[in-house]
């Protein structure tokens, strides 16, 4: 928390699903204020391939891996979501310039692990590099682990035992100490991947479930079904190596869950925070979700971070008693109930009036918060609109003619508090190729998300 300013940021761009035919590639962004080029994109890597959809990143190695000396944070690691590629980026040698290093085909994540549909890389402390997998190659739901070699990046096969995959996948994090990996569920590849029906939720093929892993042995050994807990994404443990509780956002049901460990070893999981949907009416449901997209904890567990992509709204939230969260910080950032918008609120036991719409520099900000990062001393919140291509175009189809932008939100550490800094536009509109759709921002050192301590 005490190390520099982040001066660059990297996030992956996407032209699957906008028309435009190009590969994704990696961004880099300046995000240093004494920089001529502040707040803009100053190099791109276009990957080889069409249609990839990048989405999250890890690295080769992390604080996970901290005392050996023969490690070094030099290669960004970035899973292709619907072709299943795996990219590797070497950030090391110029990092204002990031160049290709290797490229891990499908064929050989298939081949030898009988997954895709990657998702979330973490780096382990053995050195290598495991990324979550939501299904098989055939697009139904698997909730599995490939490991690549971190020196090779060679496929290695399955973390977990074979024939012992969850029955659906997502995002994961380890607690060592406590030798446990926990894992969440988003859907079946061929459920999502063209758009959301909300008649795929009734018959149960939305994700509802947090599965717990023996780290050690490599095997699921406690499934929690959650209580009004459709589709938990993001999970974070404390970074606390010794806490045993950590928090999941359910997008669906708009409510963070705190899972913990009970005295009798088992795990455990209770709701802690609801965002109450709006009755509304010009949208495709009565009753309109939050839609919890990305969580976040500030590096001493004090705060707790939340968007809402459809409200359209930002929170932060103190859990100093991780029980009881309270609301200390809450700006809008788009979103589908702005005023001026096809949507009409009818009942919100929130608001008193619609939010007016979001214009930063001259630019009309499209879609809601998304991806968000915090800056390492806690003070910056780095945010992107975009979610995943096929329900950008669904959710807000303006998104896609006029492209994501990436903001900067300025945080009171003392008394909790947001505001957005007007100064910071990155509009990926105005990109050469057309509009792109900006994704998960990392750090070239590490992040909230990124690490693992042990």
Known sequence: ?????????????????????????????????????????????????????????GWNTCSSCFGDSSKSRTKLILPSLISSRVYVVDVATEPRAPKLHKVVEPTEVMSKCDLAYLHTSHCLPSGEVMISALGDPKGNAKGGFLLLDGETFEVKGTWQKPGGAARMGYDFWYQPRHNVLISSEWAAPNVFKDGFNPADVSVGLYGSQLH????????????????????????????DPAASQGFVGCALSSNIQRFYKTEGGKW??????????????????????????????????????????????LRQYDISDPQRPRLVGQIFIGGSIVQGGPVRVL????????????????????????????????????????????????????????????????????????????????????????????????????????????
């Not at 982040?6 to 699903?17: G, V």
């Not at 699921?220 to 443990?237: A, H, N, S, Y």
Request: aromatic residues 8%; charged residues 25%.
């Open 1 to 57: 928390m005490k190390g520099p300013r982040e001066e660059l940021l990297y996030l992956p761009c996407i032209y699957r699903n906008t028309g435009t035919e190009a590969p994704d590639y990696l961004a880099t962004i300046d995000v240093d204020p004494k920089s001529p080029s502040y707040s803009q994109v100053i190099h791109r890597l276009p990957m080889p391939h069409l249609k990839d959809e990048l989405h999250h990143s």
């Open 268 to 313: 455990a999981i209770e709701k802690v925070i609801q965002v109450p949907s709006k009755k509304v009416e010009g949208w495709m449901l009565p009753d309109m979700p939050g839609l919890i997209t990305d969580i976040l904890l500030s590096l001493d567990d004090r705060f707790l971070y939340f968007s809402n992509w459809v409200h359209g709204d």
């Open 212 to 239: 717990v892993w023996d780290w050690q042995r490599r095997e699921l050994i406690q499934t929690l079904q959650l209580e009004d807990g459709l589709i938990p994404l993001e999970i974070r443990f404390l970074h």
């Open 347 to 454: 009942e919100d036991k929130e608001l008193k009036c619609q939010p007016v719409p979001l214009v930063v520099k001259g630019k009309k900000i499209q879609g809601g918060p998304q991806m968000i990062q915090l800056s390492l001393d806690g003070r910056r919140l780095y945010v992107t609109t975009s979610l995943y291509s096929a329900w950008d175009k669904q959710f807000y189809p303006d998104l896609i003619k006029e492209g994501s932008v990436m903001l900067q939100v300025d945080v009171d550490t003392e008394k909790g508090g947001l505001t957005l800094n007007p100064d910071f536009l990155v509009d990926f509109g105005k990109e050469p190729l057309g509009p792109a759709l900006a994704h998960e921002l990392r750090y070239p050192g590490g992040d909230c998300s990124s690490d693992i301590w042990l």
